[in-house]
């Protein structure tokens, strides 16, 4: 059955609102994860009906020509080992894509908008190798110059959508805002503060002690598997609602999300919808981080490898269960955190990933490998190896990384993987694995015995 889905139509739907929430909100990078996490936190607000999300695409407009048609609304598939749940969310009221610069400009100016919201992949940050804003790269650079222009130019990279979106506000009059990443980096709201000063020192240095005085950066740490949507969730939602949904959002019963920031022009009320709301994140950042998704990169590049094309079948098959459980015990050492704090949370992550209705593809977790593994499987790396120890778990996922690299299993979908991927086909792999760990930090590829150990995984990921 096809019914046109509209927001007014859609009114008469159990538990949505009256009238569409005044945008207060805007979001930049709206995708499935957004629409599982942030945007279900707002939903289940009890101050939802004063929180709309004004949302923006990435590069593709894909969402926003599904979504705007159906006036932001969607079906969310929560997908239990049981049965699906399925809900209407109402939380976003607006949806754009990027290209739609004077929208965004219009938002920033509103002294209404509260918050802004990001989750546009670590790659989307932009940063060099010591963290700041990578102003050579093509996007900022063409950016800042567009910028040095017209204040009002459009603009691609995130970072300078911040800048322009904040200079926009400063030339309105309008004051306090907060900045809040959704995205896996440590410390993210600090990155942001980082990159947003260096982009507004490089197109006009008067904007960076108002940014100082006016913008919150807050910091959160999010986590809810979320797979890519497929033609069968879009029929399960019409034979459950009775209407087509363009663009449902499949995921797991399990979310989480760790805030920390003052927001200084308030926010909805997100701890009554589960939100912790924290002094300190990077406890919370460090556990999740390490341990699902340092265990997510490495069974996308190892279970591709061995042919599993979903995380639940990757965990199935007990060689990578097993290497899976050999890098946890390496990241638990250093986490600092109660030994049964750490096994609760690695058996509900076992559960997680054993969930077969969740079919989270390896291929998708995959992407953008050469800024996720930083921060996914170094830092434990280098505490192994500053105590003397060779971990061979964070071995085996860059031993299936460079695999990746050289065409096996998942594609390569990686902006920033260029040198990497020319280092590992150089030549057998027992050869580039130390200029392809140099790509990665640094002095890497010079650890004799960790080059040892990623070469015999290589070897053992293929047997």
Known sequence: MTVPTTRRLARGLDGLPAASAPVRIVHLGVGNFHRAHQAWYTHHAPDAGQWGIAAFTGRRPDQAEALA??????????????????????????????????????????????????????????????????????????????????????????????????????????????????????????????????????????????????????TSMVDRITPATTDDDRDLAGDRLGYTDASPVPTEPFSEWVISGTFVAGRPRWEDAGAQIVDDVAPHERRKLWLLNGSHSQLAYVGSARGHETIDA????????????????????????????????????????????VRHLTAQIAHDGSQKLPVRTLPTLNAERAAGRVPVGCATTLAGWVLHLRGIGAPVHD?????????????????????????????????????????????????
């Open 69 to 218: 048609p159906q006036d932001g609304l969607y079906t969310l598939i929560t997908k239990g080992p049981d049965g699906d749940e399925v809900e209407v969310i109402s939380s976003i009221v607006a949806v754009h894509p990027a290209t739609d610069h004077e929208a965004y400009l219009g938002y920033l100016r509103d002294p209404a908008v509260a918050i802004v919201t990001l989750t546009v992949t670590e790659h989307g940050y932009r940063r060099d190798a010591v963290g700041n804003l990578d102003l050579a790269a093509e996007d900022v650079a063409a950016d800042v110059a567009a910028l040095r222009e017209d204040l009002k130019a459009p603009v691609t990279s995130a970072p300078m959508r911040l800048v322009a979106g904040l200079q926009a506000r400063r030339a309105a009059g309008a004051e306090a805002i907060t900045i809040l990443p959704c995205d896996n980096l440590p410390d993210n709201g600090d990155v942001a503060r980082t990159l947003v000063i260096d982009g507004a020192a490089a197109i006009d240095e008067s904007l960076v002690p108002w940014i100082e005085q006016h913008v919150d950066f807050a």
């Open 314 to 357: 990757a965990i199935a098959d007990q060689q990578c269960r097993a290497w899976v459980e050999q890098y946890w015990d390496e990241a638990e050492r250093n986490l600092g955190l109660p030994g049964e704090e750490v096994q609760a949370y690695r058996d509900a992550l076992i559960a997680r990933y054993e969930n077969p209705r």
């Open 415 to 463: 902006p920033g993987a260029g040198p990497a991927q020319e280092a590992a086909s150089a030549g057998p792999v027992g050869e580039v694995v130390p200029a392809v760990l140099e790509t990665l930090q640094p002095g890497l590829g010079q650890d004799a015995e960790l080059v040892s150990a990623v070469v015999e995984q290589a070897e053992a990921i293929t047997a």
